[in-house]
């Protein structure tokens, strides 16, 4: 292995490895030398403080992966070698600079192709590719919410929403993903307060339940989380204004250990779920995913994707250290 980075990390990560992983690296007695797979991450300072706990370093460097950060003042070219980079920054020169990387270094799995990631940066394009799905069996449905895109002028919006046919009442969110913020409007004079540009959603009564779906290459994990609770005919007469709330749930709010109503708790089907995941999977052209996922309350099998987020919190998904450093070697064996 050259590179005098990674060279570095790796003497530091064999530093930190207990004697019997040693034996292993260095392929001493009977056992066979383990493969260092070199991972290279350009991420936040939030996403790395989120992301990269000390468990799964620990648990990574047991296994033989190294963790390289990305000095993103040198060229990448410049940099590693790696087997996979890891990355979730935005902007164009990074993306400029990531597929100038991937043609130099096609050996090189890059987590994710940015013009795939760029698709889920608008939520009109977000939500296309479930919608051009289709999926429906005999034990359920997935579809999208109604949904109609305002680029500008907010006093246009109350005859916009009429005309397309759009139900009070309506989640406003920003156009462009950067934010998990949301808006509810239950009246439509209130509607020409909201401000663009955005994407309005019909809110469907769901029970309060909301299920995150995390998806790390060709592995499902299915969380219950607490959302806005469901609104009847007398609370949507009796209620006005345009109420904001930070997002639609959070890991605080979680509902896998609640006492729920059986038909609200239940989880959707395991193979429609892997059946969806797998579709995005192609269309989309991701590997790192999560998709919010809500049962319209009174049937048991209308579920609607109200979400897709790219790199998801991953943290707060249980024995993520496994899934994730089992996946990145799955990968660097394929090689």
Known sequence: MTGQSVAAAVAEEEEQVAAPEKLLAAGVGCFPAMKVVVVGYALTSKKVKSFLQPNFQRLARKKGIVLVAIDQSRALTDQGPFDIVLHKLSGKEWRRVLEDYRDAHPEVTVLDPPDAIQQLHNRQSMLQAVANLNLSGPCGTFGVPKQLVIEKDPSSIPVAVKKFGLKLPIVAKP???????????????????????????????????????????????????????????????????????????????????????????????????????????RRLGLRLFNLDIIREHGTKDHYYVIDINYFPGYGKMPEYEHIFTDFLLSLAHRK
């Open 175 to 281: 156009f462009i993903a950067k934010s998990h913020k949301i808006s509810l409007t239950y009246d439509e004079v209130s509607l020409k307060n909201l401000e663009p540009p955005l994407v309005l959603q019909e809110f469907i009564n769901h029970g309060g339940v909301l299920f995150k779906v995390f998806i790390v290459g060709e592995t499902i994990k299915v969380l219950r989380r607490f959302s806005l609770p469901d609104i009847n005919k007398r609370e949507l007469s009796s209620n006005s204004g345009v109420h904001h709330f930070p997002r639609v749930s959070c890991a605080a709010a979680s509902a896998d250990e609640a006492d729920l109503d059986p038909h609200i708790a239940e989880l959707p089907p395991r193979h429609l779920l892997e059946s969806l995941a797998e579709e995005l999977r």
